[in-house]
Each structure stands twice: as C-alpha cells, then as structure tokens.
C-alpha cells in the first residue's frame, strides 16, 4: 500500500513549509518513526520521522521548495502491503518533532564522546558506528559529509554520546582517502542527476568555489573556511530576513541603565551550590534578571505590546523569549506565563530550554509566543550591546557581563560588581518617557534583591 506523506504543521500559526533536505532518496527503505525528511518554517527546522515503515517511492518537492501545510511531499510503499489504495497520512505534527539545528547544533558541543582523539577510524576497514548512531546525524552534517564525500560510518563521533559532529567531518575529510568513500556512489539528487566522486577526493581547504559560481562553498556557518562561500542554510535565511524585515519595519531606538548587583550576586553565589544539588541545573545570574523583568512588566505593562495597524496590543500573558545562540544558529525558546514562576522556576525552566536548544531536541510550541525578549549578551563578554528587536514585540532587553569596578556610594568610593542593562524598543510604541520609567523600575528591582530573599 502507498502512502502518500504530506507537509506537517509546525505550530498553531505556521501555513507553510520549505522541504530543506531529504535525509532519504527514492528507492531507500524508511524505518517508521525514522526521519525522511528535514523541513523549515519561519519559526524552527525540524526533522520529519516517518508514519510508516516501507520503501520510498518518490519526492514530490524539492530541496528549497516552499509549499502549504497538508500539501503531499513525499509517497512511501509500505513494506508487504498491496499497491491499492493510496491513503493520505500527514506527518506528525509538532509536538512529537525535534528541532534540527540549522548546522550541526549542539552537536559541536563538548560532550563526551571517543576518548581516542581521532574522529575517523585509520585503517577504514569497516564501520564503528551502530545504525542507531547514524540515524542521530543531524541533517547538515549529513550535507556537509556527502560535500566532503565522507563515510559517515567510518566517522568516530566526539559529540554527547558519540554523536557525529560538523567537526568530526571535517577532520575526517582532512584524513583522506581512510576517511571518504572509496567504493560508494554519491546518490541521486531529486532533480538531477551527478558524477560519482572520484576515489581521491580533494583535501577540504582545497574545496572553494568553482571559477563559474556552479558550485557552492564547502565551509559551514559552524566551521567557516577562509576563500569559501558558507551557503546559507534555511533557519539562516529567515534569521536574516527576520532582522530585515524588523529594522525596516520597527523604527529602532536605544537606551541603558547602570545596575548594582553587588548584593544579588552575593545571594547568588551562595544559593548556586545548593539549588544545583536539589534541583540538577545551575542558578545563574538569568533567572533572577527574569524575574525582575516580569515584574516590571506587570508595573509597566505597554513594553509587552506588539504594534498592529489598528493601535498597540497589550499582551494578557507575559512569555519571555530567552535568545541562545548556537555555533551556528540563533534560538529563542520561550517561557510561557513567565509572571506565575518563582525564580528557583524560571532557573529550571530556562535550563530545561536551553538545554533543548543546546540538543537539538526543542518543539515548535516553544519557539513560539513570546512577548518580550530578554538576551544574555554578558555571557559572552559583553558590557554593551545595541539588540535588534524580535519581530512583533515591542522591545528586547539585554544583560550584560558584571564587571568590578569602583562606584562612588554616598561620599565614599568601594568596589562593586557593576551590570549594564540595554533596552533596544520600537519606537512606534515607546518613547523615551516610558522605556526608561520601565528600566528605572528594573534597576530598583535587581538593586533590591540579596541574600535572605525568596528562590
């Protein structure tokens, strides 16, 4: 029987999506719950997995192109079923869906993995990976290695829990001939068809762009190579057009507040060891910057508005957006009723997000909703930073590194760990008058908090 698979939808708003890859070619068999299919929205990519278990018969969309939820992408013939009836099955909706990281994600993270230091196996006698460890490659470090002709089986991942990363393949193509495919044809694109690969593949700092543009760079976003074109992967083109469309749209301006943590921070640092044991993720400086954000919120209600035609919109709910950048990507997962949390609540629940994000294993639910950003630019060193709001909200707030520094405090000069908070707002809804009463309020409220207060 062949089942014909259609475009799933990937949050209550989404009405389309862009089959980004296919992770199978027709003719390849497809386990159920195995994913065939990467596909992008506006709001996350995500691998598709399959209804049923058969053979794939044929693609009926390409790589790139856009079309409606519910709309058939791809056939599969069942495996000992009669070629009858042609029953309409939509993919899983996005609730049972991980979200693929635009390049290998938290793959190039620093998990444990093979402890030999090598990513490929020398000798390239055989496979050292399980079928279930292939199957966890993400969809662009599967691009990344048919680019570099690489055998992924041969690949020794140094990812969390031997997961094969955009890294590992590069070293492996840098291997040689031990590491690619000497046997094995490259398989047949949905459109047209290519050469197989010659047996001594081209070293990867060789593989730049061909004199006449038909063939793309080799490098990724994650590991870029000087002399090459990074192609843009799908979640990079909407980042992009996102951040267009919302300087174009939103008239930007921008304001900041010195703040005294010193006291927080103290509560802080004698707080992290004990929440950490009782609780199993890290008390950091983010969840109480939340906390004090959402209040306020509530005391200054119109910086979580959106801007429509007919007048602004002042949000019910208040879900804070927390952006996390990835080696290559960029994700803002989103707390949701973020007001009825503690701020022992919103460690944990921003640890669970950004450990999703960080996995890859984020749903399209939590991508989506939020009505203020806030950003944690200091993580990285920052002590100043001017964000571009994200698209439909009213303006994103960052926290910046603490730094010690000397403070004038009364007629006295001491040492204090000093925070700068940025405020970047839409000022088609926020004047000058409103944003700095709310960061006002946000100084007090992060002035005020130390130990003996409330997790």
């Not at 089942?3 to 939808?9: A, E, G, N, S, W």
């Not at 629940?349 to 994000?357: H, S």
Request: one cysteine or more; aromatic letters at 4%; hydrophobic letters at 45%.
């Amino acid at each position: 029987m062949a089942t014909t698979i259609t475009m799933p939808q990937l949050g209550e708003t989404v009405t389309e999506g862009t089959v980004a890859a296919w992770l199978k070619r027709p003719g390849d068999s497809v386990e159920k719950y195995e994913s065939f299919v990467e596909v992008s929205t506006d709001k996350v990519n995500a691998e598709v997995p399959s209804p049923v278990t058969g053979v794939l018969r044929e693609l009926l969309v390409k790589e790139g192109e856009t079309v409606p939820t519910g709309a058939a992408i791809a056939i599969i013939d069942e495996v000992g079923a009669e070629a009858e009836a042609e029953p309409v099955v939509a993919a899983p909706e996005r609730a049972e869906l991980p979200v693929a990281a635009a390049v290998n994600g938290a793959a190039a993270g620093n998990g444990t993995g093979s402890s030999n230091g090598s990513a490929v196996r020398r000798n390239g006698n055989g496979a050292v990976n399980s079928v279930e460890v292939l199957r966890r490659v993400s969809p662009a470090v599967r691009r990344l290695a048919r680019e570099h002709s690489v055998d992924l089986s041969a690949v020794r991942g140094t990812g969390q829990n031997g997961r094969i990363t955009a890294n590992d393949v590069i070293a492996a193509a840098h291997e040689g001939p031990a590491a690619v495919m000497a046997t094995t044809v490259m398989r047949e694109p949905v459109v047209e068809r290519v050469a197989a690969p010659s047996a001594a593949p081209r070293p990867a700092a060789a593989l730049a762009p061909a004199r006449n543009g038909a063939e793309a760079g080799r490098s990724t976003y994650a590991a870029p190579v000087p002399g090459t074109v990074v192609p843009l992967s799908p979640a990079r083109k909407i980042i992009a057009q996102r951040m267009v469309e919302s300087l174009a749209n939103a008239p930007h301006a921008w304001t900041m507040v010195e703040v005294d943590v010193t006291k927080l921070w103290a509560w802080r640092a004698k707080e992290k060891e004990r929440f950490a044991h009782d609780k199993g993720y890290a008390l950091t400086l983010l969840p109480f910057f939340i906390h004090a954000v959402v209040q306020s919120l509530k005391a200054h209600p119109l910086l979580n508005s959106r801007f429509t035609e007919d007048g602004i919109y002042i949000h019910r709910e208040i879900n804070i957006g927390i952006a996390v950048g990835l080696d290559s990507n960029l994700m803002v997962p989103v707390i949701r009723d973020a007001d009825s949390l503690s701020i022992g609540g919103l460690a944990v629940a921003a640890g669970k997000l950004i450990e999703k994000a960080r996995t890859g294993k984020l749903g399209a639910d939590e991508l989506g909703g939020g009505t203020f950003t806030v950003n944690n630019t200091g993580a990285n060193g920052s002590v100043l930073s001017k964000p571009i709001i994200n698209a439909g909200q009213a303006a994103i707030v960052t926290m910046e590194a603490v730094v010690k520094r000397p403070v004038v405090v009364g007629d006295a000069i001491a040492i204090r760990s000093m925070m700068n908070v940025c405020l970047s707002l839409d000022h088609r809804v926020l004047d000058g008058t409103s944003a700095n009463a709310f960061l006002a309020e946000l100084k007090a409220r992060l002035e005020a908090m130390g130990p003996g207060g409330d997790l």
